[in-house]
């Protein structure tokens, strides 16, 4: 505990010096690059094997890999940045990050592949670094408003990534990976050239090993007993969304035999049906219906559509259920919100980071379920109902975290029915 005479000093009544814009561009660029290899990723992985269950085993591989590296260099460059200032650690990210989309364009085998994730994995830290660098900046009264615009940029460019990236795909499947790697190349020169540091050196921490324990966070969370089952539940439905998001392109492709542009096109649709709940509808689905009562709502809405999902039998069956799906892209704001009031004020930042971790965790082992079972079953015709196996699972793990959910809201006396 600190005494006045020990405390940190106070920030500053002016913000240190920054440019929130390059921060924004910086955010969007790089999810921008990384939503435009979503749709052709699994499919140059396929130019190099010889099998669909091949296919499917080299790109869990793949992406568990980068969640991997993801998982264990993001609290590492985190901390660095406390220590050595924001605008180097945004270089090296942008630089890796460059390396990474120009490696996967000129691979000639799955091992340049395999370097090219690992490489991104161990450089992708821009969104952590770009809250830090916009928190330095704003004043106490702002920051909320930066923060909300760092999430813009983010959800922004993962809306528009995807589409581009399927329509570039279409024409040469290498095009989106150049298009990246150009677009961080130059955010890079920009960053060099013209952002200012925005930590001073005398407001800068010192480098603890046990700020970069990716562990650490994990053990917290599961020390919190009092929220176990909503931790849980918000556990399977990251999950489920994981095995979902990995999937999703080869199931497509394998079932429908959906081209790049296609799946773009599907992906720009999740992504703006999410935006427009989370940032126009959300309050008004909150009001309407409660936390609670919302999230349970959400949860079976999304257990039915990913069972719809495994079963549908034409592509365009796919967009239907996207649209309505509304109520599930509710849930986790809302689950958050319910556990962000179960802690104190004091421990809402630890919170969730932890909670984020457990997403981290979903990123590295969710790949390796979804494509080990995608394999085993991408050899059966494409009518097969048996080649939605993925989903199954996923509306199976929706399907526990509703009677998680409601077993706690019982336990604690929270209301589900109608406010």
């Keep these: ?29 790089d999810m921008l690059g990384i939503g435009l290899i979503v749709p052709v990723l699994p499919m140059l992985v396929g130019e190099f094997t010889g099998s669909r269950e091949n296919q499917a085993y080299w790109f ?9 590296m993801q998982f264990i260099f993001m ?54 670094v770009a809250s830090a660098y916009a928190s330095d900046i704003s004043t106490p009264e702002n920051r909320a408003k930066s923060f909300g615009k760092v999430g813009a940029a983010f959800g922004l460019g993962f809306i528009c990534g995807p ?29 060099y050239f013209v952002v200012p540091e925005s930590l001073p050196a005398e407001r800068r921490s010192t480098f603890k090993l046990a700020k970069i324990n990716p562990l650490s966070a994990l053990f917290k969370l599961a020390r919190r007993t009092d929220i176990r089952g909503l931790v849980i539940t918000f556990s399977l439905v990251t999950f489920a969304q994981m ?10 492709h394998f079932r429908f035999a959906w081209t790049p542009g296609q799946n773009g096109a599907a992906m720009f649709c999740v992504g703006l049906t999410a935006a427009v709940v989370q940032a126009g509808l959300l309050g008004i689905l909150i009001k309407r219906f409660g936390e609670v009562r919302l999230s349970l709502l959400g949860l079976c809405s999304g257990a039915i559509t990913y069972l719809l999902y495994g079963l549908a039998t034409h592509g365009w069956m796919m967009y239907v259920l996207i649209l309505c799906n509304v109520l599930a892209f509710a849930v986790g704001p809302a689950l958050q919100a319910i556990v962000s009031k179960a802690t104190p004020p004091h421990e809402q930042g630890e919170l969730m980071g932890s909670m984020q971790s457990v997403s981290s965790l979903g990123v590295i082992f969710m790949p390796l379920l979804g494509t080990a079972i995608l394999g085993e079953v991408s050899h059966l015709p494409a009518d097969d109902w048996r080649i ?5 699972l996923c509306a199976a793990m929706q399907a526990v975290a509703i009677l998680v959910a409601q077993r706690y809201f019982h336990q604690h006396h929270m209301r589900t029915a109608k406010p």
């Design 243 to 252: 095995m979902l998001q990995t999937t999703w392109v080869l199931y497509t």
């Design 163 to 191: 589409m581009l990236g399927g329509l570039l795909g279409s024409v040469n499947l290498h095009l989106p990976f150049y298009v990246a790697g150009g677009l961080s190349a130059a955010n890079f020169v920009y960053g």
């Design 60 to 68: 869990g591989i793949m992406s568990a890999v980068f969640g991997l």
């Design 388 to 392: 939605g196996s993925t989903f199954y």
């Design 75 to 128: 609290p590492m460059l985190g901390a660095l940045s406390d220590r050595i200032g924001r605008r180097p650690v945004m270089l090296y990210s942008m630089a890796g990050m460059c390396i990474n989309f120009l490696s996967t364009a000129w691979a000639p085998n799955l091992a340049y592949l395999f370097i090219g994730r690992v490489v991104g994995g161990m450089s992708s830290a821009s969104m952590s």
């Design 1 to 29: 505990m600190t005494t006045p005479d020990t405390a940190a000093p106070a920030l500053p009544a002016v913000p240190a010096p920054g440019n929130l814009n390059f921060i924004l561009i910086c955010v969007f660029i």
